[in-house]
């Protein structure tokens, strides 16, 4: 991969985990989205989610300052505290770099840009038709997702 296209790579890598993340997060909060159309084009993978800011410092202090790396997956625990103050892993998502699958004659910008679009759009949705939204939207006032 040439220099310019690795670092579009890179770029695009950081800003899919942080969008990922931010939407799996989102969804244990709640609430619904309502994304709007943007015709500047300034919203990454053309989702206008807006971050969260806690979840935006998390994020960076457990990736100390670094980029996913293959074989090292970046992984959002959901956990569930009842009224009680007991707290339960509900959930586990992991996002992992499996460079085996790498097409080398994929242009960064062209191609693979647009999948990663896909791709953030498809968690979107998913994130969503799970059992856990579903007890997050009903449960808001007796249990806390963190």
């Known amino acids: 991969m040439a220099s310019q296209e690795r670092r579009e790579f890179d770029k695009y890598l950081k800003f899919l985990t942080f969008k990922a993340v931010q939407v799996i997060v989102?969804?244990?909060?709640?609430?619904?989205i309502a994304t709007r159309s943007n015709p500047h084009g300034n919203d990454w993978f053309n989702l206008s989610i807006l971050d969260d800011k806690q979840v935006t410092v998390e994020l960076k202090r457990s990736l100390e300052g670094r980029l996913p790396e293959a074989g090292q997956p970046v992984c959002v625990e959901i956990l569930m505290e009842t009224s009680e103050g007991d707290s339960i892993v509900l959930e586990v998502w992991s996002i992992e770099l499996d460079p085996s699958r790498r097409d080398v004659s994929v242009s960064v910008a062209h191609v693979l840009y647009p999948r990663l679009s896909l791709m953030l759009r498809s968690l979107v949705v998913l994130s969503r038709t799970t059992p856990a939204y579903r007890l997050s939207r009903s449960h808001e006032d007796t249990l806390k997702f963190t």
Do not use: A, F, I, V
């Not at 989102?26 to 619904?32: D, L, V, Y």
């Open 26 to 32: 989102q969804s244990r909060q709640g609430g619904k």
